[in-house]
């Protein structure tokens, strides 16, 4: 696929994945979040296609990235809310850092 239709079909599987949390009492800030963090940046090249499925994926040296539901519903426990503080250690790709900082942006 070229580049533009690569963005396209991120879009709508991020927006198939969105609507899915969506039926698991998420947040809405957390599901408007999530739909806004690029996953598939956060993958290997190999992965990508499975960027926006809800599971797990390995990132290398037997690290995973989280699957989006596990980092939708830590987010809803801690209730992060704009201009909160959080420290955050160990996530391994940095998708987990990525959502939760977008979330207490100021």
């Known amino acids: 696929?070229?580049?533009r239709q690569d963005c396209?079909?991120?879009a709508r599987k991020r927006s198939?994945?969105?609507n899915s949390l969506s039926k698991m009492g998420i947040r809405e800030e957390i599901l408007n979040?999530?739909?806004?963090?690029?996953r598939h940046l956060f993958v290997p090249e190999v992965h990508i296609d499975s960027a926006y499925v809800d599971t797990p994926l390995p990132i290398g040296h037997g690290q995973t990235?989280?699957?989006p539901h596990m980092v939708a519903f830590m987010c809803n426990l801690l209730e992060l809310d704009?201009?909160?503080?959080v420290?955050?250690?160990g996530?391994?790709?940095?998708?987990n850092a990525a959502v939760m900082a977008e979330l207490v942006e100021t």
Not at 33 to 38: A, C, D, H, Q, Y
Not at 91 to 95: A, K, N, P
């Open 91 to 95: 996530t391994g790709s940095g998708y």
């Open 65 to 67: 990235i989280s699957a």
């Open 8 to 10: 396209v079909e991120y």
């Open 87 to 89: 420290l955050e250690i």
């Open 1 to 3: 696929m070229g580049r």
């Open 82 to 85: 704009k201009g909160r503080k």
């Open 16 to 18: 198939q994945l969105v």
């Open 33 to 38: 979040t999530i739909n806004k963090v690029l």
